[in-house]
């Protein structure tokens, strides 16, 4: 079965092509469709803008599309960064801003105020429009200076619940156990073999 990723994240399609090593799906990149055009993320969910994206490159590539949005949720901060993590420090900025901005907005904030959560949704797009969609968490807190530097995003200032490592810190695999996309992919996987999925009837 082909699937499109609809990203072009070279470290989320790593971690996806990763996490979906073991599944019967053969994955495709938006490099692979060069002309595919660009998909303003402005939804106000995860949710809406992974559903937005896979639809479009399904529309556009005639194939099953998966999309991913997630960030990070700081419940001191009113869940902020949210659907803006990508962009916390302003429009263009990298991973390292947007974490100095993050730490300077939690600087004040003691040991048991710092709890946060990585959300993720995965949308599938058929050609026909319809959609499914996975969710995923990763609860946790947040650290006060970043540590290790495997991983992307906010990964060095996350430490998942019952961990004294970052995200950062830990080998792909021990991390793939613990994260969001990890949860909602797994939860793709359930999907992709139930004997309703689309795939399985051999459409």
């Known amino acids: 079965m082909n699937i499109v990723l609809a990203t072009r994240n070279k470290k989320k399609i ?11 799906i053969t994955l495709f990149t938006l490099d692979d469709f060069s002309d595919c055009p660009e998909v303003e993320e402005d939804g106000k969910t995860f949710e809406e803008n992974a559903v937005k994206k896979a639809k479009a490159v399904s529309g556009y590539t005639n194939m099953p599309a998966l999309a991913d949005d997630s960030g990070l949720e700081v419940y001191a901060l009113n869940n902020a960064p949210g659907v803006f993590s990508a962009r916390y420090a ?3 900025s990298g991973d390292a801003a947007n974490t100095k901005k993050l730490l ?7 040991d048991e105020k710092r709890g946060a959560r990585f959300a993720c949704c995965i949308a599938l797009a058929f050609p026909d ?5 996975f969710l995923g ?7 006060r200076e970043p540590r290790g530097s495997n991983g992307f995003g906010y990964d ?3 430490y998942p619940r019952g961990h004294k490592k970052t ?3 830990m080998a792909d695999e021990e991390k793939d156990s613990l994260s969001h996309r990890g949860a909602a992919l797994k939860k793709l996987q359930e999907y992709l073999t139930t004997p309703y999925s689309p795939f399985v009837k051999g459409d």
Request: hydrophobic share 30%; aromatic share 8%.
């Open 14 to 24: 790593e971690e996806i092509r990763r996490i979906t090593a073991g599944m019967q």
């Open 90 to 92: 302003g429009e263009g």
């Open 104 to 110: 300077a907005d939690m600087s004040s904030a003691p």
């Open 129 to 133: 429009r319809t959609t499914e969609t």
């Open 137 to 143: 968490y990763s609860e946790g807190s947040i650290g």
């Open 156 to 158: 060095p200032v996350f």
């Open 167 to 169: 995200f950062a810190e």
